[in-house]
T-cell receptor, first 113, second 115 residues
Framework: EAQVTQNPRYLITVTGKKLTVTCSQN?????MSWYRQDPGLGLRQIYY???????DKGDVPEGYKVSRKEKRNFPLILESPSPNQTSLYFCASRRQPGSYEQYFGPGTRLTVT | AQKITQTQPGMFVQEKEAVTLDCTYDTSDQSYGLFWYKQPSSGEMIFLIY??????QNATEGRYSLNFQKARKSANLVISASQLGDSAMYFC????????????FGTGTRLLVSP
């Protein structure tokens, strides 16, 4: 089954404790991206990757890092989480170019206290 | 810059009636795609429908149709014969067909379907 998986699905952590949210897709997609969803703001892109070792900032990259060492994986790293990073996070992938369908992971709900 | 505007924070509709969710967009590009996603209370993002900027006909997918008015820059979602399971958050999104082609989302409309 074609899918994007994220782990963990739920996480409560404390300010400053480094964490990683994993994202993996089994569709051999080139494009992957991370979004955060906040009430009243919709989804906003954090980082994206066009292929292995090719990543770039989205609209709200501050406080986040990513890496793309393998095509299937695109982890999101919070080196020193803060309460304003409490949010619902989505990983997404799609084939390029031209494909309009974007596959979303199930989401990770992060709470930073 | 791309922008999506959804002016209806919430909408109510009775079961079996049709409902229109509004979406306007702003871009100076000529080539782009418009999307609607549904987000139920469980949180996942479900793709509903897509309209390309050069598509001459309005997109339809089952009970969903997209009322595309290019000159007005609007891409309203019409849900016919609403069902209780349609209660969810709905997001309109746009993607330019250049560069990384990221999705830019609106703020969403919460739809409640009553019996």
């Amino acid at each position: 089954e074609a899918q994007v998986t994220q782990n963990p699905r739920y996480l409560i952590t404390v300010t400053g404790k480094k964490l990683t949210v994993t994202c993996s897709q089994n569709m051999n997609h080139e494009y992957m991206s991370w979004y955060r969803q906040d009430p009243g703001l919709g989804l906003r892109q954090i980082y994206y990757s066009m292929n292995v070792e090719v990543t770039d900032k989205g609209d709200v990259p501050e406080g986040y890092k990513v890496s793309r060492k393998e095509k299937r994986n695109f982890p999101l790293i919070l080196e020193s989480p803060s309460p304003n990073q409490t949010s619902l996070y989505f990983c997404a992938s799609r084939r390029q170019p031209g494909s309009y369908e974007q596959y979303f992971g199930p989401g990770t709900r992060l709470t930073v206290t | 810059a791309q922008k999506i505007t959804q002016t209806q924070p919430g909408m109510f509709v009775q079961e079996k009636e049709a409902v229109t969710l509004d979406c306007t967009y702003d871009t100076s590009d000529q080539s782009y795609g418009l999307f609607w996603y549904k987000q139920p209370s469980s949180g996942e993002m479900i793709f509903l429908i897509y309209q390309g900027s050069y598509d001459e006909q309005n997109a339809t997918e089952g009970r969903y149709s997209l009322n595309f008015q290019k000159a007005r820059k609007s891409a309203n979602l019409v849900i016919s014969a609403s069902q209780l399971g349609d209660s969810a958050m709905y997001f309109c999104a746009m993607r330019l067909n250049t560069g990384f082609q990221k999705l830019v989302f609106g703020t969403g409309t919460r739809l409640l379907v009553s019996p």
